[in-house]
Structures are given as structure tokens and as C-alpha cells.
């Protein structure tokens, strides 16, 4: 067993009683190094875009008579200047999601919906990328309780992963399907895969198989995370089977709402 650490404190109490309490210095440490992991991650991903932003504003700056060099240096402007937007839109989705009140209202939520929403918002990704998304064939009717909008983002995530992943030509589907009381949607890909090793870390922030491939596709390296953390907030979970060179399946496992209404609240109650 690990050596631990432990904060006690004695405090006398009336009646000649002592209160003693013990707080395990270990797991306090170790939260404060995964927030300033974080911190030193987000400021990273931060100065990349801004720094490629300033020395592409300078050098059209520097040639105001040099159209070519303009119409060179521009959409590459424009492209970092779109990257630090999507990486600003998921630092406030992930510190929405992660708050405890995210889900303090929960209403009655139609998955059939939250799919169809997420395809029609993925689709012009996939046109420009050459990829087909093919949507479930005949509704479900499956409800959950829950916020929509988290699990219309997760759901695009997962989509856009896809996408991402994938090469020209191929297909990406999604899937609806209940069983035993839990909602499954089903991300399916024929894309480059996974390895093995990495599959247990993928839903760590910022974790990255390959950093040049994510960046180049607007990845940035927080998708998976934010679906992690829409899925335990539902009570549900993520799980990932895949083949390197094959494609990857995610899998957004959900309790149903009704018979799932005890699950759900017990889940919640742990969390
Ligand atoms: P990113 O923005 O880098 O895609 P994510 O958190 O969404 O960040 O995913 C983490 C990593 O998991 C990615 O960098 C990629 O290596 C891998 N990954 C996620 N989805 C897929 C997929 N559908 N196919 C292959 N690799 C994937």
C-alpha cells in the first residue's frame, strides 16, 4: 500500500472529550497537482494558436503591397483565429458540465431528437471532409432524464470524432438501440483506430494518440473528456472498442428514463 499522509487535528471538547479528525493529505495533493497540470495544459494549448495568430497579423502587417503573400498568410490566419474559438467553446463546455448544478433541474430528454440534432449540425462537417453520416432508420421513442444541450454536444463530439478520424469515402453511422432498461447510441467509423494501449487514456483531458493529426483536424484534445463527463453526470457511461486500421465504435450508454429512474437517482446520489 501506498504511504499516506494525514492532516490530524485534536480539538478538546466539553466533558473532557477530545474530537479528533484526519484528512488524507495524499488525495488533497493529488487533486491540486491534476489542477495545475491543467492549468499548465490549458495555458499550452492556448499560446500555440495566440502566438501563430501574432506572427501571421505582423507579417501581413509588414507587406501591405504584397497581395500573394496576403492571400497566402490570411485563410491561415483565419484557420488558427477558428481553432482558438473551438478551444475556447470547449474549456466553457467542459467547466459547465463539471459543475455539480449542471443537472439540478433535469427534464425529460427524446434521444431520437438529441441524435437528429447532432447529424444535422456534424453534416456540413462530413460533406467538406467526404464522409457519409448515416442516422438511425426508424425512431426509437427512447427518453432519458437529463439536460438536452449536454447531450447534444457529447453526441457531437462523438460525431465529429468520427469524422475526424476517418478517411474520404468512407462512412461514419450512429445508432440507437434499448436494452435492459439503458439507452445505447453507437458511434461507428471505419477510421485509422485506436491502439490498445492508449484506449484507457483517451478520455483524459488533453490526452492525444497523435498531437499532429488532432491539431491539423481542429481537435483539441478535450472532445472525449466532455463526453466522459456528460455520460457520469446521466449516471451512464463511454466505452470505446477498436481496431487499429479499422475503426473505432464509441458507445453512449444512458439509464432509460422510467424503469431507469431508480438507477438514474442512485447514480446521482453516489456521484
Ligand atoms: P481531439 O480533439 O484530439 O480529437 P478527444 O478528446 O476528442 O480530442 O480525443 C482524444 C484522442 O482520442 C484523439 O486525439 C484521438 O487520438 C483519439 N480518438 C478519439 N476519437 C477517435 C476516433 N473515432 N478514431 C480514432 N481515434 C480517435
Redesign the pocket.
Known amino acids: 500500500a501506498a504511504v499516506r499522509d494525514f492532516d490530524v487535528r485534536a480539538a478538546a471538547l466539553p466533558g473532557g472529550r477530545v474530537l479528533v479528525t484526519a484528512e488524507d493529505l495524499t488525495v488533497r495533493r493529488r487533486s491540486e497537482q491534476t489542477r495545475r497540470d491543467f492549468t499548465a495544459n490549458v495555458s499550452h494549448e492556448l499560446k500555440t494558436p495566440v502566438g501563430a495568430i501574432q506572427l501571421l497579423a505582423e507579417t501581413i502587417a509588414d507587406n501591405p503591397d504584397d497581395p500573394e503573400m496576403i492571400a497566402h498568410f490570411a485563410p491561415k490566419l483565419r484557420r488558427e483565429a477558428e481553432r482558438l474559438s473551438v478551444l475556447i467553446q470547449d474549456l466553457i463546455d467542459l467547466s459547465r458540465f463539471q459543475d455539480p448544478e449542471a443537472l439540478s433541474t433535469p427534464v425529460l430528454v427524446d434521444i431520437d431528437e438529441v441524435v437528429a440534432v447532432a447529424l444535422a449540425r456534424q453534416e456540413t462537417v462530413a460533406q467538406s471532409s467526404g464522409i457519409e453520416l448515416a442516422g438511425p432508420r426508424t425512431p426509437t421513442g427512447a427518453q432519458v432524464w437529463g439536460n438536452r444541450d449536454m447531450l447534444v454536444t457529447a453526441v457531437r463530439?462523438l460525431l465529429d470524432?468520427?469524422v475526424?478520424?476517418s478517411d474520404r469515402g468512407t462512412r461514419v453511422s450512429i445508432g440507437i438501440s434499448v436494452e435492459d432498461d439503458l439507452v445505447n447510441i453507437s458511434v461507428v467509423?471505419s477510421?485509422?483506430?485506436?491502439p490498445p494501449a492508449d484506449q484507457d487514456r483517451?478520455f483524459e483531458r488533453f490526452?492525444?494518440?497523435?498531437p499532429a493529426r488532432?491539431r491539423n483536424t481542429g481537435?483539441?484534445?478535450?472532445?472525449?473528456?466532455i463526453v466522459k463527463h456528460v455520460a457520469s453526470d446521466h449516471g451512464g457511461t463511454v466505452t470505446v472498442w477498436s481496431r487499429p486500421g479499422r475503426g473505432?465504435t464509441?458507445t453512449l450508454v444512458l439509464p432509460q428514463a422510467g424503469e431507469g429512474d431508480a438507477a438514474w437517482s442512485a447514480a446521482r446520489a453516489d456521484g
Do not use: K, M, P, Q
Open positions: 463530439n470524432n468520427a475526424r478520424y467509423d477510421g485509422i483506430g485506436i483517451i490526452y492525444r494518440v497523435d488532432s481537435g483539441t484534445g478535450l472532445g472525449l473528456s473505432s464509441f
